[in-house]
């Protein structure tokens, strides 16, 4: 099962396997799906094969509602509290630390009210932290945005906006910092040269471990945020 999706930012057709197995082709608009399935023909074994090695490695299913959430971030934990009830689901915080589901409740409309305080939840620890970071350095960038994403920790575009994975939320600290002084430093130097990443390692001389750590990231991520 090969899910293609179309992006406005790819600039040629690319594939990607998810630490659940999952393969996706990502496809620049208006490419033509006879490339698209030759792209796939070619690479399918490979595929199939990087596939079949992270099904082997995947933790197993995970309980959904999670009985709570754990952000390692800001090291603070959520209980989540199903009330029930009926009429319209919502998601309140009757008190610090609690997520309380009411309502009329189906796997889906949870899915999207956890996903929704998760991207606000990281929206208000972000700031603060990349305003820090950016203040140590002067660096100025425009704007930040929050979204989830399945292969991306964070972007800079040209315009000067910062882009950050609510993700991260579950991720340590000096890996954060890493990823926004990564980010903030595309600011100066909008590529990957020598002269950017002798930037990055002035700001943050660990930053190859904090890298690598970043990469096996996604295995402390709950898989509830990108299910569907």
């Known amino acids: 099962d090969i899910q293609i999706r179309s992006s406005r930012r790819a600039r040629r057709l690319g594939m990607r396997v998810s630490r659940t197995g999952r393969i996706e082709v990502v496809a620049p608009v208006r490419t033509p799906r006879v490339l698209i399935d030759a792209f796939i023909s070619h690479h399918r074994d490979w595929a199939i094969e990087k596939s079949t090695q992270a099904l082997a490695l995947a933790p197993p299913p995970e309980v959904f509602p999670p009985v709570a959430i754990a952000l390692q971030l800001d090291r603070s934990r959520w209980r989540v509290h199903l009330a029930g009830g009926s009429g319209k689901a919502a998601l309140r915080e009757p008190t610090p630390g609690v997520l309380q589901l009411c309502g009329?409740?189906?796997?889906?409309?949870?899915?999207?009210?956890?996903?929704r305080w998760l991207l606000?939840?990281?929206?208000?620890?972000?700031?603060?932290?990349?305003?820090?970071?950016?203040?140590?350095?002067?660096?100025?960038?425009?704007?930040?945005?929050?979204?989830?994403?399945?292969?991306?920790?964070?972007?800079?575009?040209?315009?000067?906006?910062?882009?950050l994975n609510a993700s991260l939320l579950f991720q340590r600290a000096a890996v954060v910092r890493y990823l926004m002084i990564h980010e903030l430093t595309h600011i100066e130097h909008m590529n990957h040269s020598a002269r950017f990443w002798r930037a990055?390692?002035?700001?943050?001389?660990?930053?190859?471990?904090?890298?690598?750590?970043?990469?096996?990231?996604?295995?402390?991520?709950?898989?509830?945020?990108?299910?569907k």
Do not use: H
């Open 200 to 227: 990055v390692e002035a700001r943050c001389p660990d930053w190859r471990k904090l890298d690598r750590e970043l990469l096996q990231g996604w295995r402390s991520v709950p898989q509830w945020i990108y299910s």
């Open 120 to 163: 606000r939840r990281a929206r208000s620890v972000f700031e603060p932290l990349l305003q820090a970071a950016a203040a140590e350095w002067c660096i100025n960038y425009r704007s930040m945005t929050v979204r989830c994403q399945r292969s991306r920790w964070g972007s800079c575009s040209s315009r000067g906006v910062i882009n």
């Open 104 to 115: 009329t409740l189906d796997t889906t409309a949870t899915r999207a009210m956890l996903r």
